[in-house]
């Protein structure tokens, strides 16, 4: 069946280095992916979002790389922060443009000052 | 521009009660959603509305009903909770009507059922 799923699931990361999120997609029509950062009692924010026709999007210190071959999403955050500390999830379309999104589990991201 | 609001913040229930949740967006978007995030897991979708008066069941629709009041409000109702349904619930909306894009999300309602 359709998932999405994260390689681990807490990342610890010393301030100022750069972090990587992975994710692995088993839906070959999804062409849509997003990440969403949620921190602690809050709801998930829009970090950056991917379609499949790209291979790499750049945002404001973080990169999304798509590798549609092997399924792969991840997520750079670079010169992590503090305020970086959170769980990362990542999501995909599925099959169909239904505006729907099946989300991951989630990788959680601590960054050591 | 709040963005997506949601009342009550947090709520606590006895089993067999009723109640409704409320969600509300001020964007002009036409997709609506409700989920539900479990401790350490991902959100999984329970309803959502594609556009004004349309609603179509998501993941985990058993126990739920949704009403899409008009194009700003979506609401989530629990006719008899379960402590199954203990979790936090997020409403989101989307721009477009029936494609790919982000979802913004509201600040989530906790809630317990005893």
């Known amino acids: 069946g359709e998932s999405v799923g994260l390689h681990l699931p807490t990342l610890s990361v010393q301030e100022g280095d750069n972090s990587i999120i992975n994710c692995a997609y088993s839906?070959?029509?999804?062409?849509?992916f997003i990440w969403y950062k949620q921190e602690s009692g809050k709801g998930p924010q829009f970090i950056i979002d991917?379609?499949?026709?790209?291979d790499k999007r750049q945002g404001q210190r973080v990169t999304v790389l798509l590798n549609k071959t092997v399924k792969h999403l991840s997520l750079q955050i670079a010169a992590t922060q503090p305020g970086d500390s959170a769980v990362y999830f990542c999501a995909e379309n599925g099959s169909g443009n239904t505006g729907k999104l099946i989300f991951g589990q989630g990788t959680t991201l601590q960054v050591k000052p | 521009n709040a963005g997506v609001t949601q009342t009550p913040k947090f709520q606590v229930l006895k089993t067999g009660q009723s109640m409704t949740l409320q969600c509300a967006q001020d964007m002009n978007h036409n997709s609506m959603y409700w989920y539900r995030q479990d401790p350490g897991m991902g959100l999984r979708l329970i309803y959502y509305?594609?556009?004004?008066?349309?609603?179509d069941k998501g993941e985990v629709p058993n126990g739920y009903n949704v009403s899409r009041l008009n194009k700003r409000e979506f609401s989530l109702r629990l006719e008899s909770a379960a402590p199954s349904q203990t979790s936090v619930y997020f409403c989101?909306?989307?721009?477009?009507?029936?494609?790919?894009?982000?979802?913004?999300f509201g600040p989530g309602t906790r809630l317990t059922v005893t």
């Open positions: 991917i379609r499949s026709n790209m």
């Open positions: 509305s594609a556009s004004e008066g349309t609603t």
């Open positions: 839906n070959s029509a999804s062409d849509y």
């Open positions: 989101a909306s989307s721009g477009r009507q029936g494609a790919n894009y982000e979802q913004y």
